[in-house]
């Protein structure tokens, strides 16, 4: 069967196409595969010419269609609903394009002529197909331009891993996304590159844990809190101090239990204890709190059955403590003529918390800072997030963006502070909606309104710096790029050309391997390939 046609010349190309292809060689070499040698320019092959001259339509093509073709494909019979009478002696190929195509098509695969009618020779038959080729390729080459509307991409799951990871600084696997479609054999055709709800959620999700992994709302100093259960309290008598098995410490007779702590600072340190009692006679169970021998507080414990949390604050120095839980009223009348006053009075301590003054501020990760420059004073949270939202945009929609794109995105930090968020929680909230957006999602090549249908355009410089990056690296822009591009001077062949060698010596060229090369001659397939383990042990 024979495959469509591309018909490529040198003005069409965006880049040259020596230097791109050595390049990509270059890279494959270096990734561990070899390459053959290739010609640095290439064109269509010539057709064969006769010695006494070139091939025309009429003195060569002609005749042959005549004397094979049009018995079934004239004005009165037209198999196929094709006429080639009137084509033959039209010299412009490219005016009945698709006809022609047709015809090289079918005579290369040899379906025409049909088996029972006379055949053309090899000889023959090869000229007519170079010569269609030829004519049609020369058309190509000299008349107008106009390549059509480019689809857009959506980013595949490499070229969103590559970045998330050089736009938020977080490392992300997208691995429970579902997988690319594939078209002609690649994974980033914007044609089959659809997007299923199921994806749509995953992306929402994905956002949103990027953008706490990059970003700490709460920035403030945590406190640390020790917790000592009950059976890790120890005293001297077993009768009067044993732990349960849910590691309750019961006290049943007047005795203390001390466990060791160290304080990591001095400072206010509060203490949770969390007991219940068993009442009998007319006192609540008493318990002391101590720190190093000396009470801190003595708490009434009521609540029989029902554990309840008592707190008592006192300042210590940095160091070994020894925290001690003191029975002090114990109590047991088994045979007393009043039945409310019979009983044993018991205490029970589940645990104690204790909570030491809160230290240094937790360290920022490298991606917080880079991406919250600075915090707001109040009343400046509008302009700190129009500026912070406002550098990043350009990053996340590679592209320069309008003050009204970066004020819509600056809503959600004033709608998550009017539902009683931080700052910092509202930041979170715009770049995750800026992480769902179709712009970031998908690579765009939008035609000004001065476009019109069938209209032509070169691409502008972000266009450039995106589809060279995402050809090299699987990844957006880096800044220098974005630099030339707001320059306007990528699109310059001596800056593109600098560009390309920069690019392929970064370690994001690893990518053009990984991707492009892998793709390209189907090494990934390796891994579904079923090995003999006899015949290869």
């Keep these: 069967m024979r495959l469509n046609r591309v018909y490529l010349c040198r003005p069409f190309m965006t880049f040259r196409p020596t230097s791109l292809f050595v390049a990509t060689c270059a890279v494959l070499t270096a990734g561990g595969f070899f390459l053959p040698a290739y010609p640095a320019e ?176 709460d920035t403030a100093a945590k406190p640390e809190v020790k917790r000592l259960q009950g059976n890790q309290f120890e005293g001297k008598d077993p009768e009067a101090l044993r732990p349960l098995e849910n590691k309750t410490l019961g006290l049943y007779r007047e005795s203390e239990g001390i466990a060791k702590y160290s304080g990591p600072r001095a400072g206010e340190y509060i203490f949770r204890v969390k007991a219940y009692g068993e009442l009998a006679g007319t006192e609540l169970p008493k318990l002391a709190l101590r720190v190093d021998g000396k009470d801190v507080t003595v708490f009434e414990v009521g609540n029989e059955r029902k554990a309840k949390v008592y707190e008592a604050k006192t300042t210590l120095p940095a160091g070994a403590h020894q925290v001690s839980v003191a029975f002090l009223n114990n109590y047991n009348d088994a045979n007393n003529p009043d039945l409310k006053l019979r009983g044993d009075r018991n205490v029970f301590v589940e645990s104690v918390d204790i909570q030491a003054p809160p230290g240094a501020a937790p360290a920022l990760p490298e991606s917080h800072k880079r991406l919250i420059t600075r915090m707001p004073q109040p009343g400046q949270e509008h302009e700190v997030a129009m500026e912070i939202i406002g550098r990043f945009l350009p990053e996340a929609y590679r592209r320069p963006v309008t003050p009204a794109e970066v004020e819509r995105v600056a809503k959600f930090v004033e709608l998550s502070q009017k539902n009683g968020g931080s700052f910092l929680e509202g930041i979170q909230t715009a770049f995750q909606a800026a992480l769902c957006s179709p712009y970031f999602l998908y690579r765009w090549e939008l035609d000004p309104a001065s476009v019109k249908a069938g209209d032509t355009r070169d691409l502008g410089d972000y266009e450039i710096a995106s589809r060279l990056s995402y050809f090299l690296w699987s990844s957006k822009p880096d800044p220098e790029l974005f630099a030339l591009a707001a320059k306007g001077e990528l699109h310059k062949p001596e800056v593109l050309q600098k560009q390309v060698d920069r690019m392929l010596h970064d370690w994001h060229a690893r990518a053009l391997v990984d991707n492009f090369g892998d793709q390209w001659l189907q090494i990934r397939n390796i891994w579904e390939v079923g090995i003999d383990p006899e015949t290869f042990p």
């Design 42 to 217: 290439t064109a269509p092959a010539p057709a064969a010419v006769p010695a006494g001259g070139p091939v025309t339509l009429k003195d060569h093509i002609k005749p042959v269609l005549e004397k094979y073709c049009f018995d079934c494909h004239n004005d009165k019979k037209q198999k196929g609903d094709v006429n080639l009478l009137p084509l033959s002696d039209n010299p412009k190929l490219e005016e009945n394009r698709k006809v022609w195509e047709k015809v090289a098509e079918v005579m290369e695969s040899g379906d025409m002529p049909p088996e029972k009618k006379p055949q053309p020779s090899e000889g023959q038959r090869d000229q007519l197909i170079k010569f269609i080729d030829g004519q049609l390729a020369k058309a190509d080459c000299t008349g107008p331009v106009n390549p059509g509307k480019v689809t857009i991409r959506r980013l595949n799951r490499e070229e969103y891993r590559n970045t998330i990871r050089d736009l938020m600084g977080v490392n992300f696997n997208p691995e429970d996304f579902p997988n690319d479609e594939v078209g002609y054999g690649f994974d980033n055709i914007g044609d089959v590159l659809s997007l299923p709800p199921m994806l749509m959620e995953k992306y929402i999700a994905a956002a949103d844990e990027v953008v706490h992994k990059a970003i700490v709302a």
